[in-house]
């Protein structure tokens, strides 16, 4: 096929980016969507690891490009979800400049198509999580790291540099993409990786001691880093966990595969000339790409709530489904416009994936989520007094404690079930938009509590719910009905059934 003019590809660039920023703002959230999210405000409020401002590993270059953003936007939300369109429209550029490179213009085209529509992507482009910003890296590492690859030896130094620099966003992004930089340089001898190391890790230390001293010193890091890995992760990979959860993270990779892809998922096993003709060295490049990342996330740890682990996998497959997709378009025998229209369909197909399937990275999932949080914002003040009760809340996603914290900052919140750290049992508890770690609640300096409802349509939330509930004798509890929402109730002198160290007769004392 002749050769697009230059300007032709540009333009077709061009309205791809149009198309993924008009998507993105339309769609884009007004709260904090995940707890993950509201983490990360917190950690531009004062950065603590310790009290998951963020949580660690911390991110800390991700909040600190925050702080950037908020300066302009002034709302910690929209600039979090600036920082995600913008890194969206970056992986775009870089996944249409690496599918050029192997494949063709034509193939790049499709591959910047499929990754405006993709479902999962496009999620990730309007809420404040870290996942479009990591998947862009992987895109502009794993391109450099081609171009290196190939003989451009002059990229060896900046590519080490940008790897370091992605690890300050999330630091596991040394583990699965350190091995695709440090395969790619070897071609040019032992010396020249040994300055790419040294590049990486000069850049790695240029964050991660500052890092270090806002933290409150190593000790206070790495304790919280291994007192999160043992609260989830640590118990259940593939070495400690039963064959039923290690089948379940088989099965939400490929779950996570058809959400991210949609239609052009149909097109994974369509077999391509070009894709047989790729050499040995190139398919262990690319595999060295996706395998790191693969094997962890299948072996180590992954839930379907967290999909977004996998973009920083993601790019080459792009790639991949860009080619297919070029050929499966041209292949077909059908007038002009018939071709148009089943291409229009497909991208109709995955919209309607995006906002309408029911799982938490649709756009109806988001709305619904933004108005329930609204609701329960707006009733609480109405059915108690931030004076005379604290809220409950639950270690949630979505409607846990972090979002009553952030949303109420003028109520006492404390987190439930306590949890287990390397200094022993603490509760998690927040007051005036701040997180402390506590022993002991200061349930004297209250009459009652409250719970902060869970989501309404979950049928998981709603058993969790009455398992909590049945630990109070009957009739300790009572039912608060405002503005159409009914809240759980109880006397703070009771709140030793949830947590066993509480103490109330010691009197009021603020723990800090």
Request: charged share 15%; net charge positive.
């Amino acid at each position: 096929m002749r050769a697009l003019p230059k300007y032709r590809r540009t333009v077709e660039l061009a309205l791809l980016t149009i198309l993924l920023l008009a998507t993105r703002i339309a769609c884009r959230s007004h709260y904090l969507y995940d707890v993950d999210s509201v983490n990360f405000a917190l950690g531009l409020r004062r950065f603590d690891p310790s009290a998951h401002q963020p949580h660690p590993p911390a991110y800390f270059l991700y909040v600190c490009l925050g702080h950037i953003a908020n300066i302009f936007f002034r709302d910690v939300n929209t600039a979090l979800v600036a920082i995600a369109i913008a890194a969206s429209c970056g992986g775009l550029l870089m996944i249409h400049l690496l599918t050029d490179n192997w494949f063709g213009r034509r193939a790049a085209l499709f591959a910047g198509l499929i990754f405006v529509f993709s479902p999962l992507v496009w999620f990730h482009g309007t809420v404040a999580l870290i996942y479009a910003v990591e998947a862009f890296f992987s895109a502009l590492a794993g391109y450099l790291s081609w171009r290196i690859y190939r003989g451009s030896e002059n990229l060896v130094v900046p590519s080490a540099v940008i790897v370091g620099v992605a690890a300050g966003f999330r630091p596991s992004f040394l583990l699965f993409l350190g091995p695709l930089l440090a395969f790619s340089a070897r071609r040019f001898g032992r010396e020249r990786v040994l300055v790419a190391i040294g590049a990486c890790a000069l850049t790695l230390a240029a964050w991660f001691f500052p890092m270090i001293a806002v933290s409150g010193g190593f000790h206070a890091y790495w304790s919280s880093l291994v007192s999160l890995w043992r609260i989830a992760p640590a118990k259940q990979t593939v070495f400690n966990s039963n064959p039923a959860i290690s089948l379940a993270r088989v099965v939400s990779v490929a779950g996570i595969y058809v959400l991210c892809f949609g239609c052009a998922a149909l097109l994974t096993f369509r077999k391509t000339a070009a894709v047989r003709s790729l050499d040995r060295q190139t398919k262990i490049f690319i595999w060295l790409w996706i395998g790191p990342g693969l094997l962890f996330f299948t072996l180590i740890f992954l839930r379907f709530v967290n999909s977004g682990y996998l973009l920083v996998i993601s790019p080459p497959v792009f790639a991949w489904l860009g080619l297919r997709a070029s050929e499966w378009y041209d292949g077909l025998r059908y007038p002009r416009n018939a071709k148009i229209t089943l291409l229009a369909a497909c991208v109709m197909i995955n919209s309607l994936i995006f906002l309408f399937a029911p799982v938490y990275s649709s756009w109806t999932a988001v709305r619904r989520f933004e108005a329930e949080l609204t609701g329960v914002l707006q009733a609480i003040p109405r059915a108690a007094s931030p004076a005379d009760t604290m809220i409950v809340g639950f270690d949630s996603h979505f409607l846990g404690y972090r979002h009553a914290g952030y949303y109420l900052p003028g109520w006492y919140t404390a987190q439930y079930p306590q949890v287990r750290l390397t200094v022993g049992n603490r509760i998690f508890a927040m007051e005036h938009g701040d997180t402390h770690l506590t022993e002991k609640l200061p349930s004297a300096c209250f009459g009652n509590f409250l719970f902060f409802p869970l989501p309404s349509d979950d049928a998981e939330y709603g058993a969790y719910m009455d398992r909590i509930r049945a630990r109070f004798p009957k009739g300790t509890l009572r039912t608060v009905k405002v503005g159409g929402r009914e809240f759980t109730m109880g006397a703070a002198t009771d709140l030793a059934l949830l947590f066993p160290a509480n103490d109330t007769a010691r009197g009021c004392v603020r723990p800090r």
